[in-house]
């Protein structure tokens, strides 16, 4: 494992612990080079999912893009890195928990919009806006009136 602040891949173990979620390892590592400090998470690896995309071309399943959606999404609204990964861990057991190994981008998108919506209704306005590919002020309107509605 390289560390992330000085690139040196000499690090150790200093801590390893079940994640929350208990699908996964938490390990604390240490640099031997600079002493810096930092945490990886360790998951079994399974038969890589496949995501169908608009143009139904296939790739496999990235979890940095549902996280970068997210975050940007998120960003200046009080929501911690502690809720957004459990918010992408808990889409990604839904999708991995699916019978099918390919998944549309679709159904991945209205997952995290489903999510974001109970989490922060900034955010999941932030996140249609671009999912949907709102056209107009108008079509944003829409989307806040259904929400003022509940």
């Known amino acids: 494992m390289k560390c992330p602040f000085c690139s040196a891949a ?3 173990v200093i801590d390893s612990r079940p994640a929350d979620d208990n699908s996964s390892i938490r390990r604390r590592r240490q640099c031997e080079i600079c002493g810096k400090r930092f945490t990886t998470y360790e998951k079994l690896e399974t038969m890589p999912l496949m995501v169908i995309k608009k ?3 296939r790739e496999n399943y990235d ?3 549902i ?3 997210v975050l940007h999404s998120c960003h200046k609204r009080p929501v911690s890195t502690q809720q957004i990964d459990a ?3 808990s889409i ?3 999708i991995f928990n699916m019978e099918e190994k390919e998944v549309p981008t679709s159904v991945i ?3 995290v919009m489903d999510k974001l919506k109970d989490l922060d209704e900034v955010a999941y306005v932030r996140f249609a806006s671009v999912y949907r590919e709102f056209k107009d002020i108008g079509t944003f309107m829409e989307e806040l009136g ?3 509605k509940k």
């Open 10 to 12: 000499d690090t150790k």
């Open 55 to 57: 143009d139904e071309s």
């Open 109 to 111: 998108g209205e997952l």
């Open 67 to 69: 996280e970068s959606g």
């Open 63 to 65: 979890r940095a893009k």
């Open 146 to 148: 259904k929400l003022l």
């Open 92 to 94: 990604e057991n839904q």
């Open 87 to 89: 918010l992408i861990d």
